[in-house]
């Protein structure tokens, strides 16, 4: 796959997880992110790998748990109904530790919504849409390069921090389709065998054991613990965000992350061309998410506000607001349903939110 | 869009033209562009349907109040069922290609799968003078090379049980087209079109990437193309030279 393609998100997703190692990729179709499916089921054979059509997402996640227990990359990809069925098995891969990459192509909610783009499953991915003390690491590409270097990045951060990663999209980073290309790259470096938890067969050494399961609530307590010191490390390590057009002339800054950021980045194209200076933060790690670059960028004096932008009714903006602890009023405009705001819905809000004419 | 002499424009007779490839590869930008071509070279009625049942998103169905403005019949599912991805094929559809007159352009799915849908109107189809294209561009990967071209032409004839009758060349990377990206799709569709003997009908070429190229180095009609299917943050970015 050398030079640039032309790529569907969703098909350039499924071509990253084979660059990332992945031969063994499990999931059930739902739109708009049934292109990694179809893209895989001819392309991983390919490569020596195999597709397995669940019979649901619940046995999707179920699946998942077996086969990253061997040590072995593995994902699946779906969309927001397909995601919330998977919620169990991502808790309990969460409390065995296990490295895993699950993709939600985001489309409209609750139930069964629609099938065009929303930002809705915000909380699910960034506050546990599953039981007890866990926590997924969230990435959230704007483009489709993007969605492949953030993907193979996943796998990395799994297996670093043998812990589920979740990429999320909303359907438009899936359908869209761009200039792509990929890196080349060798996973030998990630052999099972050489792991110490991996149920790679117990032949001349001990049995290992991957569970959830801790009767003993000084064990549970104990595993939590180690979970949380786990996410603390990300917190330090692994945040992710991107500034667009950010300067001391900003009057306003605003928040969006996704391709949501991308309609805000032409906005602020237009509005400078007016004369109205305004920058863009854009987290790409929802979790961990950028709490002290926020509250710095916040404090700046120039900055008036913060706008948060988001194709949903407002989820991202309670993050927002609790990082800028006060220092500025957060506001907040979004559609929600598979309505995409527009860049001259987004200029008009700028200019009603700094007191400018329409 | 049809004013340059040094420009050989594409010559389609035949009243109903099908625009058929693989995923991807450009099929709803050439059948919107084509409908507008027919317009615009003195066409009175021209139908474009929106025979798309496997993509959800930037179906041709997003460029109706585009194509009714200029006087296009636009044959696309109405109500909740415009947004849907069920597939839903129209009654009015064979009624469409059999009874409508002037120009009838079909936006047909992707791959074998998404050409399945034109596949049950085969016996409609074939009782019409017909053209069915398939859509090549060359930074796909299912239209890669000659053999994977080669292979979706088979795939789609058995699915559609109809055979192709011409070509043309798409080979873009969206607003990264260059001329490289061009004579590269150019090379492979006239080795595909040498191969399966079917003839190039024309190449599509995106309006602001014309004005830079000299024409003569393409030896087949070229259609000049202008985006339809924006992305939002495109919106207000006009891409017509």
Same mark, same amino acid.
């Given at each position: ?20 190692? +992945? ?13 990694? =499916? ?15 059509? =669940?019979?649901?997402?619940? =046995? ?15 994902? /699946? ?47 699910? =991915? ?11 690491? +969230? ?56 792991? !110490? ?20 609530? !000084? ?28 300067? !001391? ?9 996704? /391709? ?5 980045? /032409?906005?602020? !194209? ?53 990082? +800028? ?16 705001? /527009? ?16 | 869009?049809?004013?340059? $002499? ?11 033209? %099908? ?8 099929? *709803? ?11 615009? *070279? ?34 696309? $599912? ?38 399945? %849908? ?5 016996? %409609? ?36 049980? #109809? ?13 990264? *087209?260059?001329?490289?990206? #061009? ?32 024409? %003569?180095?393409?030896?087949? $009609?070229?259609? $000049? ?17």
């Amino acid at each position: 796959m050398a030079g640039k393609k032309l790529m569907k998100g969703n098909e350039a997703i499924g071509e990253a997880a084979i660059c990332a190692g +992945v031969r063994h990729y499990f999931a059930y179709p739902i739109t708009p992110q049934s292109e990694v =499916a179809e893209y895989l089921c001819w392309r991983l054979p390919e490569v020596g790998g195999a597709f397995v059509q =669940a019979e649901s997402e619940v =046995a999707v996640g179920n699946m998942l748990f077996g086969a990253a227990s061997t040590g072995l990359r593995t994902f /699946t990809s779906s969309s927001s109904p397909g995601i919330s069925l998977m919620q169990e098995a991502i808790s309990y891969m969460a409390g065995a530790h296990l490295p895993v990459v699950l993709v939600n192509i985001i489309r409209g909610g609750p139930g069964l919504g629609g099938i065009l783009p929303a930002q809705g499953d915000y909380f699910q =991915a960034v506050k546990g849409g599953g039981h007890g003390d866990y926590r997924v690491g +969230v990435l959230a590409p704007s483009s489709v390069q993007e969605a492949v270097d953030l993907m193979i990045l996943a796998f990395d951060l799994a297996d670093k921090y043998r812990n589920p990663m979740m990429l999320i999209g909303d359907g438009m980073v899936g359908q869209i389709m761009e200039s792509v290309e990929f890196p080349e790259t060798n996973r030998e470096d990630n052999d099972p065998i050489k792991s !110490d938890w991996a149920l790679t067969g117990a032949l001349n050494r001990k049995p290992r054991v991957v569970k959830s399961l801790f009767l003993n609530p !000084d064990l549970l307590e104990e595993n939590c613990l180690l979970l949380e010191e786990k996410y603390k490390r990300m917190k330090e390590n692994e945040i992710r965000y991107e500034l667009y057009k950010v300067s !001391d002339k900003n009057r306003l800054l605003i928040a969006a992350f996704g /391709t949501m950021a991308r309609i805000c980045q /032409t906005a602020i !194209d237009e509005l400078e061309r007016e004369g109205v200076s305004v920058g863009l933060f854009r987290p790409i790690s929802l979790f961990p998410f950028p709490e002290k670059e926020i509250y710095a960028e916040a404090g700046k004096k120039n900055i008036e506000k913060i706008l948060t932008i988001e194709m949903s009714v407002g989820q991202m903006v309670e993050d927002i607001e609790r990082c +800028v602890k006060g220092r500025k009023p957060v506001e907040f405009f979004g559609h929600t349903g598979g309505i995409v705001p /527009t860049p001259n819905e987004v200029k008009d809000k700028v200019r009603e939110s700094l007191g400018l004419k329409k | 869009m049809v004013n340059r $002499p040094d420009v050989r424009y594409p010559v389609i007779s035949k009243r109903v033209v %099908a625009i058929v490839g693989g995923f991807g590869s450009g099929k *709803t930008e050439i059948s919107v562009n084509l409908a507008k071509y027919f317009v615009f *070279t003195g066409h009175s009625r021209v139908t474009i349907i929106d025979l798309d049942l496997v993509n959800p998103y930037f179906r041709s169905r997003e460029a109706k109040a585009e194509m009714e403005a200029l006087g296009i019949r636009a044959v696309v $599912p109405e109500g909740g069922n415009f947004y849907a991805d069920l597939p839903i094929l129209l009654p009015e559809i064979k009624g469409a290609i059999e009874k409508s007159e002037g120009k009838v352009i079909l936006d047909v799915g992707g791959d074998a799968q998404g050409t399945r %849908a034109l596949g049950s109107l085969s016996e %409609a189809f074939n009782r019409q003078d017909y053209e069915m294209l398939m859509v090549l561009n060359s930074r796909r990967p299912q239209t890669a090379d000659v053999g994977r071209s080669i292979q979706t032409i088979e795939r789609i004839e058995q699915s559609a049980r #109809l055979r192709f009758t011409g070509l043309v060349s798409n080979s873009h990377m969206i607003e990264e *087209t260059d001329p490289d990206v #061009l004579n590269e799709g150019y090379e492979l569709s006239r080795e595909v079109s040498r191969k399966r003997g079917l003839p190039l009908v024309f190449i599509s070429v995106k309006s602001d990437v014309l004005s830079r190229i000299d024409t %003569a180095i393409f030896d087949c $009609p070229i259609l $000049p193309l202008t985006r339809s299917m924006l992305k939002p943050w495109e919106q207000n970015k006009s891409t017509e030279s």
